[in-house]
């Protein structure tokens, strides 16, 4: 092979490297920014999914609470109204001493 071939060869491998450059460097970046995106939505419907769940749980415990609290709130009631008996029972009870002592 003459010099002028082997030159010749290195040239053109050299032009096609640098002329295939640009487009190989743009198609890794568009892989990487597809692949980055994909990622971030995976990543969305992770958290929303969570947060759906959170929400059912938070709702949940609330309608727990509700429902426990009138059990609360009728032993509170009951015991204001045992309170409000014995009070008129109290009166009752004096207004018949007075009456039988008359």
Do not use: E, W
Request: glycine residues 6%; charged residues 5%.
């Amino acid at each position: 092979m003459a010099l002028d071939q082997v030159t010749d060869s290195i040239t053109q491998v050299n032009t096609s490297t640098l002329g295939v450059a640009p487009a190989q460097a743009m198609a890794t970046l568009y892989q990487t920014a597809s692949a980055s995106a994909g990622l971030a939505m995976q990543n969305a419907v992770h958290a929303q999914s969570n947060q759906y769940a959170l929400n059912n749980a938070t709702a949940v415990q609330g309608v727990n609470l509700l429902m426990g609290s009138s059990t609360a709130a009728a032993a509170a009631a009951a015991t204001k109204i045992d309170a409000g008996f014995a009070g008129i029972l109290a009166r009752l009870d004096s207004l018949m001493s007075v009456v039988s002592g008359q």
